[in-house]
Structures are given as C-alpha cells and as structure tokens.
C-alpha cells in the first residue's frame, strides 16, 4: 500500500489530494488567508456568561463570538489564567513551568460563572472551525502537537495512546517520558511514538516546548484577538500524522512550498527527504496525476462502485443520508442474499472512503440492501469497522438494525467538503437550446472568406469540435483542400473536445484569437 501528496499551489491558496494506491483518500482545500483553524491558540476576551447552557462567548476576531462550554475549560483553567494575567503584566518573562504554582483543579461539575469573569482576558484553542452559522468551538485545555508526543501545559501526566497495547512498551514510554518531560508539563504519547528511542522522542518534546515559549514571548505584547501560536499547515499536519514507510512520494508545484515541505520533513524525518518532488511538467499537477476526473465523478451525489452498484449520497439538516443500490449487479449473483451482500462490502469500503474524502462529519445513516442472515450483517459491520480504522477523526459505528440500517457519528471539525460537479453547459449555458446545428459549417465558411479575404489573414487555425472536424477533412477532396485551392493558403483544423458541437474558435498564426463579426 503506497501513499503519495499531491499539493497544487494557487494564488487563493492549495489544494492538497492524499493518494493512496493511485486513489483519491483525503482532499483538501486550505485558503492562503485561512485563520481560526484547529489548533490555533488566541489571546479572546470574555464576552457574555450563559448560566443556562453553562457556557461562555469569547471574543477571538471572528465575526461572531466563539463558544467555550465549562466542560472544554480544562481541569487547569485557574493556573492558565492566572499565568496569563501575569505574562500580559510582564510579570513573567518565559514559558518555563519549573517556578510556577499550580491552581487547585476546578469541579467538573461547576459553573462558569464561578470560574470567568466578563471581560476577563483569556487564552483559548480552536478545536472546531467556523460551520454554517456557527462560530469557531473553543477549548481551555490548550495542548501542543508534535509528531510522536502532545505537550499539555499546566498538567503533570502522562498518558499513552490506547491503541498502544504491547505492555512493555507502554511501560518503557511511561518511565521515559517520566525521566525527560519538564516540571508542570504533561505528555501524551501518539501511537507512532511506539519503538521510538529516547533521542528522537525528546527532540519532538523539545520542538514543542520551544513553540509554546515562543508563543509566550508573543503574549506579552499581544492584543485582544491575536493569534499566539499558530497550527500548521495542512499539508504539514497531514504529514505529522501520516508520514510513515508507506509513504513514497510528495509532489508539489512551486518552489516556496517544495522548500518548506523538505525543510518540516528534514527535521521529523530525514531519511525521507527524498520523497520530496518538485513538479515542473507543461500540465497541471493534478491533471498529470488524474485527480481532476478523479474529484468530479467522487463528489456528486451519485458515486458508482467498481463492480456496477452505486452510492446516493444527501444531506439534510439533521444528518448525511446514504442509499446503498445494486444497479445492473443484480443479475451477476446466484441469488438475492449473495447479490447484497457483494454490493454491501464494495459499498462499505466506498462509504469509509467517501467520509474522510468528503469530511462529512455528525450523524451519518446508511441504508444497506437488506440481507437475512446475521453473520453477514456482522460481517458488513466488522469490515465497516476496519476500513474507518485509519481515519483521523473520532467516529463510533453501532451495528445494522433489522431495517439494514447502519448509524455513525464522526467528530467534525471543519466545513463539510462540498464540489460542484455539475456544470453549465458550455453549448446553451443552461438555457437548453441552441442554434439550428446544420448551420454552423456555413457559418465556419462564410467567418473564414471573410477572415482570408477581408482581412487578408495567413496561417489561420481553426479550433472545433471532433464531429466537425471530421465533416472539414474527411476524404481527398474534404473540405480542408477546397478551401487550400480557393484562397490559396492552407487552414489549420485542431480538435477540441471542451468546446461544444456548434463552437469554434479563429486564431491567427501568433495564436491569438481572432474576434469574429456578425457573419452568417
């Protein structure tokens, strides 16, 4: 299984396709000016307490306040606010915990207005994108992520990930982070810190103690709304996450983002430094690599299946919906049960695809073609489980119910990725009529006398549609070589399957193109 990063630079901002087997996995759009992202840490100001929902809005920049519920303060709310009063008071001077006092730890089932005060400043973490008509979704707990370790100030734990479960190894991580983490700092352990020396896990600790003080140093002349410590980009996050030895290839197309990728992979692995390609082909990057056909039939509201079922996919208010349908695979099984349950698996592994592709995200209900017999009801359910086992997302599956229902939540925490796939018809756009088509070879004539005779041009191409194409040069005596006879000059025809059956374009012979005149 090989993985490859395709990012297309662009003047709004990137595009980023994660390929996995030449197909399309994860798709990302990050916009240059991009802010209020996962992960970024603000200076906020405490605007309204509301004791009902026992919440708070907080003032970070956006156009509407962001919400803090009291369960997303963190246990160390008071020592984190207490240490930014005393950094803005210039009181402190690093980000070092070594000489600090810890505030007792507050109730978790408190009130919010026991713990903010209005106006109160207060440093907070995005942990959920602006959606719809919703504000960003704060969190108090602020935590630092580097590749093998997250760095939790103002804690002095150390958990592991449980996916870790060898249990000397989890032993062995316990009792090294224990000997190197500094005072008042707490660590959790990623997954792929698992069989990590000491010396790599702590140069990832180091890199983010220095991120944290370096936002320090940015807090003491901060103003309300700025950002202190900003996430990384997408392409670099995904690489934090993901980077491991199936991966063989990163592609990019400009200079400046080639340079910053090898650079982040220089420093948190540089034995695959190589992997790194900068793209200098006449051809778009995603053209070249097939994505742009791979976007338009995977985002529509019908997905097909490899072996001649399909998705449909829509979205209410409430949750995604998805029906799963046979289409012409009915007729290829022994019987019913079998049919369903070979549409059922291929849809499964579409399904797991289409939701980290798509970023769909909240309740998501599946109608699967019904099957009578339970074990294969489990056996969709264990393979639905397996494929979403990479996702980065937290998600939970309950099994199919006696209607062949399948429900999932999957934690969102950024706008659903939409494409539009449907497109204005180049021809009529969108009126549904066209010129009478049997014209259009006069009018091509009557446009070109005029261009080689009127305007004396030579060297003219005529860009059309292959059917007219070939009405203008098929045989001997074609069109094309008539024309070669009466004015003397030969007429270049180039196909163009983009343009409509009744379009065409005149370029001269700089290639410029030539504006027409009302000729018919």
Request: a positive charge; proline letters at 3%; glycine letters at 6%.
């Amino acid at each position: 299984m090989s993985n490859e990063l395709v990012i297309s630079s662009t003047q709004k901002g990137d595009r980023i396709a994660l390929l996995q087997d030449k197909r399309l996995l994860e798709y990302h759009l990050e916009e240059s000016d991009s802010n209020f992202t996962v992960g970024d840490i603000y200076l906020g100001t405490v605007k309204k307490l509301v004791t009902g929902l026992n919440a708070a809005f907080v003032d970070i920049g956006y156009e509407k306040d962001a919400f803090l519920h009291y369960l997303d303060l963190g246990p160390n709310i008071n020592s984190l606010n207490k240490f930014t009063k005393d950094v803005i008071a210039k009181r402190v001077n690093t980000g070092r915990l070594n000489n600090f006092k810890l505030e007792p730890e507050i109730d978790k089932l408190g009130k919010i207005d026991k713990v903010l005060t209005k106006n109160a400043p207060i440093l907070v973490q995005v942990v959920k994108e602006p959606i719809s008509t919703k504000g960003p979704r704060l969190s108090c707990d602020i935590s630092i992520a580097g590749r093998y370790l997250v760095l939790v100030p103002f804690a002095n734990t150390v958990n592991l990930s449980k996916k870790i479960t060898d249990k000397a190894e989890r032993s062995r991580l316990m009792r090294l982070m224990s000997s190197i983490k500094p005072q008042n700092f707490g660590v959790i352990v990623r997954t792929v810190a698992q069989g990590k020396d000491v010396e790599e896990l702590d140069r990832d600790l180091q890199a983010s103690i220095e991120k944290w003080e370096n936002g320090i140093k940015a807090l003491r002349d901060a103003k309300p709304r700025d950002r202190i410590i900003g996430e990384m980009n997408r392409a670099s996050s995904i690489l934090r996450d993901m980077l491991n030895e199936s991966f063989d290839s990163i592609t990019v197309d400009t200079r400046e983002m080639f340079d910053d990728i090898k650079t982040y992979i220089h420093t948190i692995a540089p034995e695959k430094e190589r992997i790194v390609k900068l793209y200098n082909g006449k051809t778009k990057v995603f053209e070249a690599f097939g994505l742009e056909k791979q976007i338009k039939s995977l985002f529509g509201r019908s997905v097909s299946l490899p072996a001649g079922g399909y998705l449909i996919i829509e979205h209410t208010e409430a949750l995604h919906v998805i029906d799963v349908n046979s289409g012409n695979k009915s007729n290829s099984e022994e019987d019913q049960e079998a049919t369903a349950v070979s549409v059922n698996r291929e849809a499964a592994k579409e399904i797991a695809r289409q939701l980290r592709l798509r970023d769909m995200g909240g309740i998501i209900v599946i109608d699967f073609i019904d099957m009578k017999k339970a074990e294969n009801k489990k056996m969709i359910f264990d393979l639905m489980r397996e494929e979403m086992k990479a996702d980065r997302s937290k998600f939970t599956i309950l099994p199919l119910t006696k209607f062949g229902l399948m429900q999932i939540t999957r934690q969102r925490v950024r706008p659903e990725l939409n494409i539009v796939t449907r497109e204005t018809c180049p021809t009529c756009g969108g009126t549904g009529t066209i010129q009478a088509s049997v014209l259009v070879t006069d009018i091509i004539e009557n446009n070109l006398e005029y261009i080689l005779t009127k305007q004396n041009e030579r060297g003219v191409q005529v860009m059309l549609h292959p059917f007219l194409h070939a009405y203008f040069t098929k045989g001997p005596w074609s069109r094309q070589m008539q024309w070669f006879w009466k004015y003397k000059t030969w007429v270049t025809l180039i196909q163009d399957s983009s343009l409509g059956v009744v379009d065409f374009k005149f370029h001269n012979r700089f290639g410029e193109e030539i504006e027409l005149a009302a000729v018919s």
